[in-house]
């Protein structure tokens, strides 16, 4: 129990200063927030565990003890953040977001700056080795209304202290930090899913990529400090 309130502070710490809501210093955070997935990986030595192992040392030794209002600790923070970073990649955990962005695409220069302000790496060619995305002009139109009103199923609790049964939904144009769990009785009042529930699962675990994304896809990264989902 008393880790899990670590945990629960920690991603609250998370939020604050790398969130949307830390730009309250007028400064933009110097890393992204960390995958969110990273948080729900509690196997014995995954991500969660590198995580933990990492913030719990920095308390013991009197880190992470400063004011999250103030700049020196979000400063202390966000080194913290890329500290964990490096952990979880030396750990093959987490990969470096590699874009390639087209010179011919509108606003070029502008899109890799805010890349290079997420710490993504820019591709010289679509060709590059460890490619993860290449970034393309948009095809569809995003005009859907009211955007928080189209989710998916990202995972399904059953049983537990209730009968009931839970889904946690990840909704369009939010990240994954966004996901929230409504019992299945409320869902008809959260929007619609944009496809058959059997058909929820929007990529496949076993892709290799790159990814072909939007120019939204980069932008709302950017808005939110927190990649999005391809």
């Keep these: 129990m008393a880790l899990g309130k670590e945990v629960y502070a920690l991603i ?18 110097r890393c992204c927030k960390l995958k969110h997935s990273l948080w729900w990986d509690t196997r014995p030595k995954g991500a969660l565990f590198v995580i933990m192992k990492a913030y719990l040392v920095q308390k ?16 202390e923070f966000e080194e913290f953040v890329l500290g964990v970073k490096n952990d979880l990649r030396e750990s093959g955990m987490l990969k470096f977001v590699k874009i390639f962005v087209p010179n011919e695409l509108p ?24 490619l993860s995305h290449v970034l393309r002009s948009e095809e569809t139109s995003f005009d859907c209304g009211d955007e928080a009103g189209f989710w998916r199923i990202t995972e399904t609790s059953r049983g537990g202290m209730s009968s009931k049964t839970e889904q946690r939904l990840h909704f369009w144009f939010y990240p994954d930090s966004y996901d929230t769990w409504y019992s299945d009785s409320s869902i008809s009042g959260k929007g619609k899913a944009p496809w058959p529930v059997t058909k929820s699962k929007f990529v496949a675990d076993d892709f290799k990529g ?3 994304v939007g120019l939204r896809w980069l932008e709302d990264s950017h808005k939110f400090n927190e990649w999005m989902n391809e």
């Design 107 to 130: 606003n070029a220069s502008q899109l890799k700056k805010i890349a290079r302000e997420m710490n993504a790496v820019l591709a010289i060619s679509p060709l590059d080795d460890g």
């Design 60 to 75: 013991r030794d009197g880190g992470l003890n400063r004011d999250l209002n103030t700049l020196e600790g979000c400063e």
């Design 12 to 29: 609250n710490a998370e939020e604050k200063v790398l969130g949307t809501s830390g730009s309250a210093l007028g400064r933009r955070a």
């Design 210 to 212: 790159p990814h072909c």
